[in-house]
DNA sequence: AGTACGATTGACT
DNA sequence: GTCAATCGTACTG
């Protein structure tokens, strides 16, 4: 099963990108072990948009975002968690995909024993990666992997994306989670009926 | 140099 | 539903 290819990133806008990661597996082919899980929560930053990291200026938090698309932006939020964004857009420009919810496919038990959760029990399976900072822990994805490119071959990029196995994703858009500028922007998308995604 | 605060989570009432 | 935990960054002075 392949890597989505570069062109992936870079033929879509940010939105579009936000829509079409929906249904797509996120891989990490650790030294721990593969793990891998179904996008089903995304949000869209864009420029000019106050939510948005690279709003004001580059800096050295937001560098990754002015990167070529496809390229990882890992950040640390409040001094507990990290978030995983999908780099957009042109290079120089700063936009980005959060990644906010997996369905869990492959590595359950590696995600339990990151997560100090069983999978083998409902809530236990649902708590493994409903949220960006579960998703993170879960996936093994680190500080580390801030700039590291999805589309690179090989070792080079032990972080990807492959493509949707069904083509049509029910999704619904609603505002974005957790903000306070730009609240009321419809940039936030999930797949309708999904248990995984964080808040329904 | 000092400080306010955030794209969250988990524990507790 | 409410609330504390914890720290790097970005902005102020």
Known sequence: MAKLPV???QDHDTL????LLLGCELVHES???TTAGIIVET???LTGDPACHAYRRKTARNAAMFGPAGTLYVYLIYGFYYC????????????????????PT????????RRHLDP??????RGLTSGPGKLVIAMGISRDHNFLSLTKAGKASPVFIRPRMQENVEMVTT???GITQGADLPYRFYVKGNRFVSKP
Request: hydrophobic share 40%.
């Open 16 to 19: 579009t990108l936000s829509r």
């Open 175 to 177: 505002t974005r989670i």
């Open 31 to 33: 030294a721990e072990g």
């Open 106 to 113: 492959e590595g359950l038990e590696l995600m339990g024993e």
């Open 7 to 9: 062109d992936f990133y």
């Open 43 to 45: 949000e869209a930053y």
């Open 84 to 103: 995983l964004n999908v780099v957009t857009g042109p290079e120089d420009v700063g936009e980005a995909v959060l990644i906010r919810a997996l369905e």
């Open 120 to 125: 083998t029990t409902k809530t236990g399976l």
